[in-house]
Nanobody, 114 residues
Framework: QVQLVESGGGLVQPGGSLRLSCAASGSIFSINAMGWYRQAPGKQRDLVATVTSDGRTDYIDSVKGRFTISRDNAKNTVYLQMSSLKPEDTAVYYC????????WGRGTQVTVSS
């Protein structure tokens, strides 16, 4: 079973940047697509971005041009570079395969506030 550990969250001012990392305990080389998801207080968990094994990416409209998803298969790690952050980006961010594994990591809290 692949375990997923998210890190890199924190408190940042509007307009700031963060880089999130998702470290997998096993190889992600054979996983076709990995994604980042987020869950804001009182809301459902939503897909934010996906990246395929060959580097193709997709984003929800609200983060296009601000977020960049990438993966380093050699390091079994998926990244989410977040720029021009807005208060509405505040959420717990999770990574997972697409389609999802049954399990989720603990997530990492991103808080955008002044």
């Amino acid at each position: 079973q692949v375990q997923l550990v998210e890190s890199g969250g924190g408190l940042v001012q509007p307009g700031g940047s963060l880089r999130l990392s998702c470290a997998a305990s096993g190889s992600i080389f054979s996983i076709n697509a990995m994604g980042w998801y987020r869950q804001a207080p009182g809301k459902q968990r939503d897909l934010v971005a996906t990246v395929t094994s060959d580097g193709r990416t997709d984003y929800i409209d609200s983060v296009k041009g601000r977020f960049t998803i990438s993966r380093d298969n050699a390091k079994n790690t998926v990244y989410l570079q977040m720029s021009s952050l807005k208060p509405e980006d505040t959420a717990v961010y999770y990574c997972n395969a697409d389609p999802n594994f049954d399990y989720w990591g603990r997530g990492t809290q991103v808080t955008v506030s002044s």
